[in-house]
C-alpha cells in the first residue's frame, strides 16, 4: 500500500522557521490533490494548506503570508515552509492526500484518502 511519510518537525522558538516534508512511496500523488493539516491534543485536525496536481495552492487564513506548500514530483516529496512560527499548543502535522486531480473541500479532513503518521512541531515563546 502506498505511504506518505512526513519528516522536519521539532522544536523551535517564536519566529523561527522549520520545513516540514511528506514522502510517497508512489508517484501516483503527483496527480493528487494534496494537503497539511495539524491538530493540537484536544482540538480538531485543521487544515493548513493544499496543493493540486497543477500546482494551485490554498491556505488558511492564519497561515496566509507565512507557510509556503511545494513539491517536488520527481522526488515524489511534498513540502511545506513555515516561517514565522508563533508559539502554540504543540501540534502534530500530517500531510494527506485526495485521490483527484483538484482539490475538493481542501480543508476539510474527512475529504482525504490517504494519510501520513504525523509529525510533531513544538514552538516556544
Known amino acids: 500500500q502506498a505511504q506518505l511519510v512526513e519528516s522536519g518537525g521539532g522544536s523551535v522558538h517564536a519566529g523561527g522557521s522549520l520545513r516540514l516534508s511528506c514522502a510517497a512511496s508512489?508517484?501516483?500523488?503527483?496527480?493528487?490533490?494534496m494537503g497539511w493539516f495539524r491538530q493540537a491534543p484536544g482540538k480538531e485536525r485543521e487544515g493548513v494548506a493544499a496543493?493540486?496536481?497543477?500546482?494551485?495552492?490554498d491556505y488558511a487564513d492564519s497561515v496566509k503570508g507565512r507557510f509556503t506548500i511545494s513539491e517536488d514530483n520527481a522526488k515524489n516529496t511534498l513540502y511545506q515552509q513555515m516561517n514565522s512560527l508563533k508559539p502554540e499548543a504543540t501540534p502534530m502535522y500530517y500531510c494527506?492526500?485526495?485521490?483527484?486531480?483538484?482539490?475538493?473541500?481542501?480543508?476539510?479532513?474527512?475529504?482525504?484518502?490517504?494519510w501520513g503518521q504525523g509529525t510533531q512541531v513544538t514552538v516556544s515563546s
Open positions: 494527506a492526500a485526495q485521490a483527484r486531480v483538484q482539490c475538493y473541500w481542501w480543508h476539510l479532513a474527512y475529504k482525504y484518502n490517504y
Open positions: 508512489d508517484p501516483t500523488y503527483s496527480s493528487y490533490c
Open positions: 496543493i493540486d496536481a497543477y500546482g494551485t495552492t
